[in-house]
């Protein structure tokens, strides 16, 4: 009896009282805490993974899916077709032009002993013009072609690896953009209140009623398309939902007894902002990032349907939707596109609700 009593008053000293839990949350940072509760979300958690990695995977696209192999070896030479030009006269072929090893020939050309070319993945770029596909175009899913081929005879699997990285960096760019443009806007509104207020609030009521798409139409006649043209273009209205929320938060803020504090001890303007009311006025911000995100996203995938996005040419959603609804027939042109949207579209609503959860005052129980 006392060896067993001995053993159960040691496990019960080892195990963290309540109040040893308590106290380990109350000593982290606010910013840890939230993290911490953003970890519990598993769904959010986990989208912020997988869309991260498949985001790292589409910036080395080049390596994953290209019709150029990564390293070649010809008659005892090294070959590094992606960042040197291999004319067909260096495998054995008569023409001067770069070599296509796609072609049957060198294919054969490399099979020799001693000789070899090691492929990605998916061997073709989002460019290549599948001429030894056994089906017509556009061809259904295959060994050869995966997710099959579009109109032209292009893999759609590099269309949609290439199309999602376009659309992930635009979509990053904008919000980027349009988060210092709103968070500018609206600490200047909301610190300074009064006339400054109203100025801007008269501003953005008549900016915010000028038609964007007819702007953007405009100027995608006078202009060549280009990926720029439409983040400058879309920056430019973007701005103005975030800045209404920062708008409120500093009006808040503003009022605060640490605010009057700092102004009463001499602290200048832009301290008092940068130190105090901004870090506090965040929260909005960083939970509307995946939402502002996925409005990016549409909206290029949308401008690019009805051709007024990137150049042609360049690997886009929109366009492999216009090109499915064309090709009423090639079903997996538009199956693999929308599953593509839907999967990433998803993944950030799941991840803004965490971020949401997260930064929720109310939920401090991490």
Same mark, same amino acid.
């Given at each position: 009896?006392?060896?067993?009593?001995? *053993?159960?008053?040691?496990?019960?000293? $080892?195990?963290?009282?309540?109040?040893?839990?308590?106290?380990?949350?109350?000593?982290?940072?606010?910013?840890?805490?939230?993290?911490?509760?953003?970890?519990?979300?598993?769904?959010?958690?986990?989208?912020?993974?997988?869309? *991260?990695?498949?985001?790292?995977?589409?910036?080395?696209?080049?390596?994953?899916?290209?019709?150029?192999?990564? *390293?070649?070896?010809?008659?005892?030479? =090294?070959?590094?077709?992606?960042?040197?030009?291999?004319?067909?006269?260096?495998? +054995?072929?008569?023409?001067?032009?770069?070599?296509?090893?796609?072609?049957?020939?060198?294919?054969?050309?490399?099979?020799?002993?001693?000789?070899?070319?090691?492929?990605?993945?998916?061997?073709?770029?989002?460019?290549?013009?599948?001429?030894?596909?056994?089906?017509?175009?556009?061809?259904?899913?295959?060994?050869?072609? =995966?997710?099959?081929?579009?109109?032209?005879?292009?893999? *759609?699997?590099?269309?949609?690896?290439?199309?999602?990285?376009?659309?992930?960096?635009? /979509?990053?760019?904008?919000?980027?953009?349009?988060?210092?443009?709103?968070?500018?806007?609206? /600490?200047?509104?909301?610190?300074?209140?009064?006339?400054?207020?109203?100025?801007?609030?008269?501003?953005?009521?008549? =900016?915010?009623?000028?038609?964007?798409?007819?702007?953007?139409?405009? %100027?995608? /006649?006078? %202009?060549?398309?280009?990926?720029?043209?439409?983040?400058?273009?879309?920056?430019?209205?973007?701005?103005?939902?975030?800045?209404?929320?920062?708008?409120?938060?500093?009006?808040?803020?503003?009022?605060?007894?640490?605010?009057?504090? $700092?102004?009463?001890?001499?602290?200048?303007?832009?301290?008092?902002?940068?130190?105090?009311?901004?870090?506090?006025?965040?929260?909005?911000?960083?939970?509307?990032?995946?939402?502002?995100?996925?409005?990016?996203?549409?909206?290029?995938?949308?401008?690019?349907?009805? +051709?007024?996005?990137?150049?042609? +040419?360049?690997?886009?959603?929109?366009?492999?939707?216009?090109? +499915?609804?064309?090709?009423?027939?090639?079903? =997996?042109?538009?199956?693999?596109?929308? $599953?593509?949207?839907?999967?990433?579209?998803?993944?950030?609503?799941?991840?803004?609700?965490?971020?949401?959860?997260?930064?929720?005052?109310?939920? /401090?129980?991490?």
């Amino acid at each position: 009896m006392n060896t067993t009593s001995t *053993v159960r008053a040691e496990l019960v000293e $080892a195990l963290p009282s309540p109040s040893t839990s308590s106290a380990r949350r109350e000593s982290a940072s606010p910013s840890k805490r939230a993290w911490l509760r953003f970890k519990r979300n598993r769904l959010g958690y986990w989208s912020l993974i997988i869309l *991260v990695a498949i985001f790292l995977l589409s910036l080395v696209a080049e390596i994953v899916s290209n019709d150029k192999p990564l *390293v070649a070896r010809y008659n005892g030479q =090294w070959l590094f077709p992606m960042v040197q030009n291999v004319p067909e006269t260096a495998i +054995g072929g008569d023409f001067q032009t770069n070599a296509d090893f796609l072609d049957p020939f060198v294919k054969e050309q490399f099979a020799k002993d001693g000789n070899f070319a090691l492929m990605p993945i998916n061997p073709y770029h989002h460019s290549t013009l599948n001429y030894y596909a056994k089906a017509p175009n556009p061809a259904p899913p295959s060994w050869d072609n =995966w997710l099959g081929t579009d109109d032209r005879g292009r893999d *759609v699997a590099a269309r949609l690896l290439y199309g999602f990285r376009v659309s992930m960096l635009f /979509a990053l760019a904008l919000t980027v953009i349009g988060v210092v443009l709103g968070i500018i806007t609206g /600490a200047i509104q909301g610190y300074f209140a009064g006339k400054t207020d109203l100025f801007f609030q008269r501003f953005i009521e008549i =900016w915010g009623s000028m038609p964007e798409l007819y702007l953007l139409i405009i %100027f995608a /006649a006078v %202009f060549e398309p280009s990926v720029l043209l439409l983040v400058v273009l879309l920056s430019m209205f973007g701005w103005m939902g975030l800045s209404d929320y920062v708008r409120a938060e500093f009006l808040r803020n503003r009022q605060m007894d640490y605010v009057r504090s $700092a102004r009463a001890l001499g602290a200048s303007h832009w301290q008092i902002i940068s130190r105090h009311v901004l870090p506090n006025s965040l929260t909005p911000v960083i939970t509307f990032l995946p939402f502002r995100m996925s409005g990016a996203i549409l909206a290029l995938t949308s401008l690019d349907f009805l +051709g007024l996005g990137v150049p042609p +040419g360049t690997p886009s959603l929109g366009e492999m939707l216009a090109i +499915g609804k064309n090709s009423i027939d090639a079903w =997996w042109i538009s199956l693999a596109t929308f $599953a593509v949207l839907v999967i990433t579209l998803l993944l950030l609503t799941f991840m803004g609700d965490a971020l949401r959860d997260a930064l929720d005052p109310r939920k /401090a129980d991490v």
